[in-house]
């Protein structure tokens, strides 16, 4: 299928959500696909909760994301022109009516219509009464009475709607706003979007926008509702899940590969496959793989994913993103050989930029904090003539690579007759002040020879203090 034009249409009432993002995603993915566009539109007709605010939000976060749009944004609140024709072309259709039954009266016939176990909804008073504009005059829909409308959808197969179920519905308020079924409609007409990927929670509104579209004998797009984001107690996603908008996991350390990775895969499958990056969702991504059921979001699993799209970046790729994460414990790290080359040690153990940034911190810090513990278990009596062994041969060392590093480790061990572990797990605490890190050959060799000396010689001093 060629020519796709799909759309994202977020509601600037809050931030970018996770179910928010990927729907966007599956968007995004398919026009790339297919070599289509892709529509970006802030539906902000609701004044009093949209925001600039949130605008810029959204937008952060689908650039964060590296989700780019051909066309716009688009803004409702700028389009009133264009809604007033398209009820203008349904009025003189036939196909929309005037209408002034006041709140009271609608309030009565849902009462009415509740209480003898109906729907509540319009009962077509003003239908057929041929009413002129007026001030409190709003437009409403003048929709089928019988049959049916049948959503053919690419995800949830066919379902049908009776007519006689649905009612002559708002098009345009008293006020002269048009409500969300309708603007939705004329935008998707005049941008000319033929594709529709959005949450199922819009399934019920797809009957009215159906009968619009043929009201305004325009063809239907294709239809695809998606499942829900839910969290790990099938729930729809929400705060007590933990965080929930995109840029709360970008400043908890999440990459965007991972990030997209995750959310594409929570609905839609290519196999086995889990691990995917940008190019090959680009290049797999189709409809006919999203599935039925709901996702369930698992922030476990997101982390775990995004150790392993930490590994699989190349380090000097993430210097840039780690260096906010550094900037928040008072360190600036610069794009040289040296940070990439820490990045380079902690890649594998690191499920976040953040967590990244904390292990990071003794290659950069002028001086460190021993770990209580882990200075009483060895930086002890019993380490001091390794220490100082060492300390001599590495000041005498002048080819102060990691090759060279572990004979100078072979010679101490050939000297003080101790085993590896007896000589590293000091040499560790002295170099970065806990008992986990990196290889203590390449934590040596990455923090080179003078601060590597420096932090022996503090190592030994705190020693023979106690």
């Given at each position: 299928m060629?020519?796709i034009?799909?759309?994202?249409?977020?509601?600037?009432s809050g931030?970018l959500?996770?179910?928010?993002a990927?729907?966007?995603?599956?968007?995004?993915?398919y026009?790339?696909h297919?070599?289509?566009?892709f529509?970006?539109?802030f539906?902000d007709?609701?004044?009093?909760?949209?925001?600039?605010?949130?605008?810029?939000?959204?937008?952060e976060?689908l650039?964060?994301?590296g989700?780019?749009w051909?066309?716009?944004?688009?803004?409702q609140?700028?389009?009133f022109?264009?809604?007033?024709e398209?009820?203008?072309?349904?009025?003189?259709?036939?196909?929309?009516?005037y209408?002034?039954?006041?709140?009271e009266?609608?309030e009565?016939?849902?009462?009415t219509?509740?209480?003898?176990?109906g729907?509540?909804?319009?009962?077509?008073?003003?239908r057929?009464?041929?009413?002129?504009p007026g001030e409190k005059?709003?437009v409403?829909?003048k929709?089928?009475?019988?049959?049916?409308?049948v959503?053919?959808?690419?995800?949830?197969?066919?379902?049908?709607f009776?007519?006689?179920?649905?009612d002559?519905?708002?098009?345009?308020r008293?006020?002269?706003?048009?409500?969300?079924?309708f603007a939705v409609?004329?935008?998707d007409i005049t941008?000319?979007?033929n594709?529709?990927?959005?949450?199922d929670?819009?399934?019920?509104?797809?009957p009215?926008q159906?009968?619009?579209?043929?009201a305004?004998?325009?063809?239907l797009p294709?239809?695809g509702?998606?499942?829900?984001?839910?969290?790990k107690?099938r729930?729809?996603?929400?705060?007590?899940?933990?965080?929930t908008?995109?840029?709360?996991y970008?400043?908890?350390?999440?990459?965007p590969?991972a990030?997209?990775?995750?959310?594409?895969?929570?609905?839609w499958s290519h196999?086995?496959?889990?691990?995917?990056?940008?190019?090959e969702?680009?290049e797999v991504f189709?409809?006919?793989?999203?599935?039925?059921?709901?996702g369930i979001?698992d922030?476990?699993?997101?982390?775990?994913?995004?150790?392993?799209?930490i590994k699989?970046t190349?380090?000097g790729?993430?210097?840039?993103?780690?260096?906010?994460?550094?900037r928040?414990h008072g360190?600036e790290?610069a794009a040289?050989g040296?940070?990439?080359?820490a990045?380079?040690?902690?890649s594998?153990?690191?499920?976040?930029?953040?967590?990244?940034?904390?292990?990071?911190?003794?290659?950069?810090?002028d001086?460190?904090?021993?770990?209580p513990d882990?200075?009483?278990?060895?930086?002890?009596?019993?380490?001091?003539?390794?220490?100082?062994?060492?300390t001599?041969k590495l000041e005498?060392?002048?080819?102060y690579?990691?090759h060279?590093?572990?004979?100078?480790f072979?010679?101490?061990?050939?000297?003080?007759?101790l085993k590896l572990?007896?000589i590293?797990?000091?040499v560790r605490?002295?170099l970065s002040?806990r008992t986990?890190?990196?290889g203590?050959?390449?934590i040596a060799a990455v923090m080179?020879?003078r601060k590597?000396l420096?932090?022996?010689?503090?190592?030994?001093?705190?020693?023979?203090?106690?």
């Amino acid at each position: 299928m060629s020519g796709i034009i799909t759309r994202f249409p977020p509601s600037p009432s809050g931030f970018l959500h996770v179910g928010g993002a990927r729907t966007a995603l599956f968007n995004w993915l398919y026009a790339r696909h297919t070599g289509g566009r892709f529509v970006l539109r802030f539906e902000d007709t609701d004044t009093e909760r949209s925001s600039q605010e949130y605008v810029d939000a959204i937008l952060e976060s689908l650039e964060w994301l590296g989700i780019d749009w051909d066309e716009g944004p688009y803004y409702q609140t700028r389009r009133f022109d264009v809604y007033r024709e398209y009820v203008r072309k349904l009025l003189d259709s036939g196909s929309a009516y005037y209408c002034t039954c006041p709140p009271e009266r609608l309030e009565e016939m849902r009462r009415t219509a509740m209480a003898t176990g109906g729907k509540p909804k319009y009962d077509g008073t003003c239908r057929n009464k041929g009413l002129p504009p007026g001030e409190k005059t709003a437009v409403r829909f003048k929709a089928p009475l019988a049959g049916t409308t049948v959503l053919e959808d690419v995800v949830k197969g066919n379902i049908v709607f009776q007519n006689e179920e649905l009612d002559d519905f708002v098009i345009c308020r008293s006020d002269g706003s048009p409500t969300y079924n309708f603007a939705v409609v004329v935008d998707d007409i005049t941008m000319g979007i033929n594709t529709i990927i959005r949450g199922d929670d819009h399934v019920m509104n797809t009957p009215k926008q159906i009968q619009l579209y043929k009201a305004f004998g325009s063809p239907l797009p294709v239809f695809g509702h998606v499942p829900m984001v839910l969290g790990k107690d099938r729930t729809r996603l929400s705060k007590r899940h933990g965080a929930t908008s995109v840029t709360a996991y970008r400043d908890m350390g999440i990459l965007p590969e991972a990030l997209i990775n995750y959310l594409v895969r929570l609905g839609w499958s290519h196999g086995d496959q889990e691990f995917f990056n940008r190019k090959e969702l680009v290049e797999v991504f189709n409809l006919e793989n999203i599935g039925r059921s709901a996702g369930i979001f698992d922030p476990e699993k997101l982390y775990a994913l995004n150790a392993d799209h930490i590994k699989a970046t190349p380090p000097g790729q993430l210097v840039a993103p780690l260096a906010p994460f550094m900037r928040a414990h008072g360190i600036e790290i610069a794009a040289d050989g040296r940070t990439e080359k820490a990045i380079e040690t902690l890649s594998a153990r690191s499920k976040s930029l953040k967590e990244m940034a904390a292990q990071a911190l003794f290659y950069f810090q002028d001086d460190i904090a021993y770990e209580p513990d882990a200075a009483r278990k060895f930086l002890t009596a019993e380490a001091l003539p390794a220490l100082k062994s060492l300390t001599a041969k590495l000041e005498a060392l002048e080819d102060y690579t990691e090759h060279r590093l572990e004979e100078t480790f072979k010679a101490v061990m050939a000297e003080t007759g101790l085993k590896l572990g007896k000589i590293a797990q000091p040499v560790r605490v002295a170099l970065s002040g806990r008992t986990a890190s990196p290889g203590i050959f390449e934590i040596a060799a990455v923090m080179g020879k003078r601060k590597t000396l420096a932090r022996l010689r503090r190592a030994i001093g705190h020693i023979e203090k106690e």
